[in-house]
């Protein structure tokens, strides 16, 4: 079974700091992808990965970054969190090609006080 | 640009009820796959079924169908004889190519099914 493991369910955070989000998976795949998940908003990509160092921008990329140094590991950064960031971070990863549907992690509740 | 429309936000049902789930979506590719998720409360997505668009015959899957039409540019997806576990949100979505072969999702807003006894 793919395994999509992400380092925290809940985390609560202040205003201004550094926020890393760690998302790991087990099943060798090519892409691994950041959303968020907000009410009425559905998922919104943030970053995407489709190998070892690289990464493209989604949709909403703003105040975020993104590092890939090993295949299976795929980290969400705020560099400065705010407000506006609580919400819901899914991680997800798929094999290269359209064909392929993605496998999701658990997700991280982030709170941005 | 892709999109994909779930114009339904919420659904409540009685259990035994039918429900369909609708989903258009726009792409201007030829080659393109569609997929439905669902999302129980414990907030994991779970993939349920991937259509490409060179394959319009239906799916049957035990209690669940999905009618994939070109000509509408539609995935609607039915529950038959709906039950409590299957609540949740559903989540319509359409893969495309970005870069060589890299491709990605892009999802609708989901529909939110509640089905009560």
């Known amino acids: 079974d793919v395994k999509v493991t992400q380092s925290s369910r809940y985390l609560v955070k202040r205003t201004g700091e550094k926020v890393f989000l760690e998302c790991v998976q087990d099943m060798d795949h090519e892409n691994m992808f950041w959303y968020r998940q907000d009410p009425g908003l559905g998922l919104r990509l943030i970053y995407f990965?489709?190998?070892?160092?690289?990464?493209e921008k989604g949709d909403i990329p703003e105040g975020y970054s993104v590092s890939r140094e090993k295949k299976e590991r795929f980290s969400l950064i705020l560099e400065s969190a705010s407000t506006n960031q609580t919400s819901m971070y899914l991680c997800a990863s798929s094999l290269r090609g359209i064909a392929y549907e993605q496998y999701f992690g658990p997700g991280t509740r982030l709170t941005v006080t | 640009a892709q999109k994909v429309t779930q114009a339904q936000t919420e659904i409540s049902v009685v259990e035994k009820e039918d429900v369909t789930l609708d989903c258009v979506y726009e792409?201007?590719?030829?080659?393109?796959?569609l997929f439905w998720y669902k999302q129980p409360p414990s907030g994991e997505l779970v993939f349920l079924i991937r259509r490409n668009s060179f394959d319009e015959q239906n799916e049957i899957s035990g209690r669940y169908s999905w009618n994939f039409q070109k000509s509408t540019s539609s995935f609607n997806f039915t529950i038959t004889a709906s039950q409590v576990v299957d609540s949740a949100v559903y989540f319509c979505a359409l893969s495309e190519f970005v870069a060589g072969t890299a491709s990605k999702l892009t999802f609708g807003t989901g529909t939110r099914l509640q089905v009560t006894l």
């Open positions: 990965s489709y190998d070892v160092k690289m990464k």
């Open positions: 792409t201007r590719d030829t080659t393109y796959y």
